[in-house]
């Protein structure tokens, strides 16, 4: 959002006021004739949104309304119907713009625009785990596609599989660089599906800083029958994951792998085998971070040290007494006859005793 007029000459909505002012006063014709292209296009909604685009700079200068600078020429029809459908962009619930995008071959094409979507993946972006990183990785990769390339930056394959099923028209017009324009529209279902995979790539392994807890500490005086929670200390803060394959910051860490296709993150010195301990398999939070779970420790990541102070919140506000029930082996050690153990509810039938 802007409060205040861009540059004159940006050839945006954004631009001077001076400039929007005499665009649209001494040329009125242009906004029935640019109308007429959208009505033909999509009917009574098209020209309803075309002549509240045209009216925003009078908005403007009653101080009426806030828009976000977009660079584009609105008086071209394609980039008309993008500037009207970005009124209608929700990054949260885009359902509508995709209605949208089945009534015409010009409003799909319109609205698999790159400018539409670019701006889309950043709002949806900023409200999750590891904004800035993600943005720069999807422009890299957009830049290389550009060029023709798959994107040395990019771990994923940006197929049509991840992305909802729409009627059959082409997808975007080329842009100037001859890089599709649905790149954004891609990217931003893409990386939704794959806040729900249960993996990781290397680049994002060994991008971020981690902190690691043990699920249990020993039983102590005030209550000796059970098990106590580790998670309200950090075992280690600061672990990184290097790219010689060590890992930094920790006690008694051997180098890692990443095995099943980036599922199981795994610190043995055996590549094959499996350790209670250092053997993690990959999670994804509601936030997009990940966690790394073994039996014994539990790993997240982090940006700034600030993150750390309620990184582990989510566990501690569901901490419960869990009795353990007749037959159960004791695989832990240090559990052995131990009744019961503080456990976070979402882990209790996940975590062996």
Request: some cysteine; glycine content about 8%.
């Amino acid at each position: 959002m802007m409060d205040k007029a861009s540059p004159a000459g940006s050839g945006s909505i954004g631009g001077s006021k001076r400039g929007r002012s005499e665009a649209f006063d001494e040329e009125e014709h242009e906004e029935d004739d640019a109308c007429v292209q959208l009505q033909l296009c999509g009917g009574a909604f098209a020209e309803a949104t075309a002549r509240h685009v045209f009216s925003l700079p009078q908005k403007l200068r009653k101080g009426e309304t806030e828009v976000r600078e977009i660079s584009l020429n609105p008086l071209q029809a394609h980039d008309t119907i993008v500037v009207a459908l970005s009124f209608l962009a929700d990054a949260e619930d885009p359902s509508d713009l995709l209605d949208i995008s089945t009534s015409s071959k010009s409003f799909r094409t319109a609205a698999l625009d790159s400018i539409i979507w670019k701006d889309m993946c950043d709002r949806k972006w900023k409200t999750k785990f590891g904004h800035s990183f993600r943005m720069e990785r999807a422009k890299k990769d957009a830049e290389n596609k550009g060029k023709g390339g798959d994107g040395p930056n990019s771990d994923f394959d940006l197929s049509v599989s991840s992305t909802p099923s729409l009627r059959p028209y082409p997808y975007a017009h080329q842009s100037a660089a001859g890089a599709s324009d649905s790149f954004w529209y891609h990217r931003y279902w893409h990386e939704l599906k794959m806040a729900t995979v249960g993996r990781i790539t290397l680049g994002d392994l060994r991008e971020w800083q981690w902190s690691a807890c043990k699920w249990f500490a020993l039983p102590d005086d005030d209550e000796p029958d059970a098990l106590q929670s580790a998670l309200w200390k950090p075992m280690t803060n600061g672990l990184r994951f290097l790219e010689d394959g060590t890992v930094h910051g920790g006690d008694r860490l051997p180098p890692y792998q990443l095995r099943d296709g980036g599922s199981i993150v795994n610190t043995t010195s055996d590549k094959v085998g499996h350790s209670f301990e250092w053997t993690f398999h990959v999670h994804r939070l509601s936030n997009w971070g990940w966690e790394l779970r073994s039996q014994q420790i539990v790993v997240r990541p982090y940006r700034q040290n600030e993150e750390l102070e309620d990184l582990w919140d989510d566990y501690l506000d569901e901490l419960i007494y869990q009795h353990i029930e007749e037959g159960v082996p004791f695989s832990r050690e240090g559990a052995e006859g131990t009744p019961r153990r503080i456990v976070p509810r979402s882990m209790a039938d996940k975590l062996v005793w």
